[in-house]
């Protein structure tokens, strides 16, 4: 299969033509609850979970982003619908992160605080192999002695820990969105595209460079351009002609930018 394409088609089509074991990490915000109309489109869960499943390498990942809408007073559930379809198709459901948003579409939101996340579903073949964690930096450095309080007193015991410089970020990452979460104008043609720094967050944990990125709804080709711009090959579905054309004059703005790794 050609890499660093979009196909025109259904992902289901796209899947069943790859190579089993082929994909490094999938990372996709399917359409959920009808929120949106993308011409038409549909799509079943547990078979694009079987399908992502089977194609995805022992270790590999998909990063999920779904979110729920509120119908008849009540949240439909359909991310954890969602994320019980890809425990069922074999994945291990590894992590839950939160996509946070900084300047949410305002809106009144009755009796409840204002919409501000999606889910982020790390869901893997296995466990991951590859974890590249972001971090941020800690002030206290210097090395620190443990003890115990005893009936006696303290206990200051044999050795000096040295703290560490740095952990971990948390699991909840926030994020702008509109008009500020890409520089391409031209993207925001489509409704609903990803933050491009949630993209590269997510892509430089879970892969290394020539990994390959899949992204089986690829709107307006965020996941695309971000991976190229990560010297990671990609490959992406899109059952949209419109947004094909989109998201392929959105790429040509980048893929001058550094050549694609081997
Ligand atoms: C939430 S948007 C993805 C936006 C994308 N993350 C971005 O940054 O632009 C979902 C996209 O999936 C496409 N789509 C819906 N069903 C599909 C299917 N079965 N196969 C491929 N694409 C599909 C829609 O046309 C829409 O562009």
Redesign the pocket.
């Known amino acids: 299969m050609e890499l660093n394409r979009i196909y025109h ?4 089509d ?1 899947l069943a033509r790859m190579a089993d074991d082929a994909i490094d990490m999938t990372i ?4 959920y609850d009808d929120l ?1 109309e ?2 038409g ?3 079943p869960v547990e078979e ?1 979970a079987a399908g992502l499943f089977q194609k995805t390498k022992p270790g590999g990942v998909v990063i999920w ?1 779904v979110g729920d809408r509120t119908v008849n007073g009540g949240e439909t559930l359909t991310s954890f619908r969602h994320a019980i379809a890809f425990k069922d198709a074999g994945f291990n459901v590894h992590d839950t992160m939160i996509y946070a948003k900084n300047n949410p579409i305002p809106s009144d939101c009755g009796k409840r605080y204002r919409q501000c996340f999606e889910y982020m579903f790390c869901f893997a073949k296995g466990k991951p192999e590859t974890f590249n964690p972001l971090t941020v930096a800690l002030k206290q450095e210097k090395a620190f002695k443990s003890f115990r309080i005893t009936k006696v007193g303290r206990n200051d015991l044999a050795h000096d820990h040295v703290a560490p410089k740095e952990r971990k970020v948390n699991k909840s990452f926030l994020y702008n969105v509109g008009t500020s979460s890409s520089r391409d104008k031209i ?1 925001f043609q ?1 409704p ?3 933050p491009e720094k949630l ?1 590269e967050d997510q892509i430089t944990t879970w892969t290394n460079e020539g990994d390959l990125v899949y ?9 695309a351009k971000v991976a190229h711009l990560l010297g990671r090959n990609w490959l992406g ?4 002609a419109e ?1 094909v054309d989109l ?1 392929e004059r959105r790429l040509s703005l980048h893929l001058d930018a550094i050549p694609v790794a081997a």
Do not use: K, L, Q, W
């Open positions: 088609e259904n992902c289901i796209t996709t915000s399917p359409p949106r993308y011409n489109y549909h799509f694009i982003v993207a489509h609903a595209i990803f993209v992204d089986c709804f690829m709107g307006s080709g965020t996941t579905s899109e059952v949209s947004y998201a």
